[in-house]
């Protein structure tokens, strides 16, 4: 049971049979995520050039984010927008009937809604 809660992690390369101990040497071997090419299967890989690798993977990642949330950012700023537009229509509209409603009302003859002289 004590070993199992003091195991440390590790990864296993299923490529070329490595094993890391440490996350972030693990992470540069296989990536970021799993559709990333593990380091020892990218021909002519060293270890700055992976470390550089991984960095720009990870950059364009964050790139892709940052992009995604600023979209959103920008697409509920445009819905409020037009639902603030359609709401403000919607009243203007109201306030116009109403007003025509209490002109129809006050001076129905004007209209035709009543015979004229009949009050
Ligand atoms: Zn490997």
New binding site residues.
């Given amino acids: 049971m004590a070993s199992q809660v003091t195991a440390e992690l590790a990864w296993r390369?299923f490529?070329?049979d490595?094993v890391f101990t440490s996350e972030h040497e693990a992470r540069k071997?296989f990536g970021r995520a799993e559709d990333q090419t593990?380091?020892?299967?990218i021909k002519g890989s060293e270890h700055g050039l992976v470390e550089a690798l991984r960095r720009a993977e990870q950059d364009a990642a964050d790139a892709w984010a940052a992009l995604h949330n600023e979209s959103t950012d920008f697409a509920k700023a445009y819905f409020a927008q037009a639902a603030r537009h359609r709401e403000q229509l919607r009243t203007i509209e109201q306030v116009g009937y109403d007003r025509g409603i209490a002109d129809a009302k006050a001076h129905p003859e004007t209209l035709g809604l009543a015979p004229k002289g009949s009050s």
């Fill in positions: 390369c490529h070329c490595e071997h593990c380091a020892c299967l």
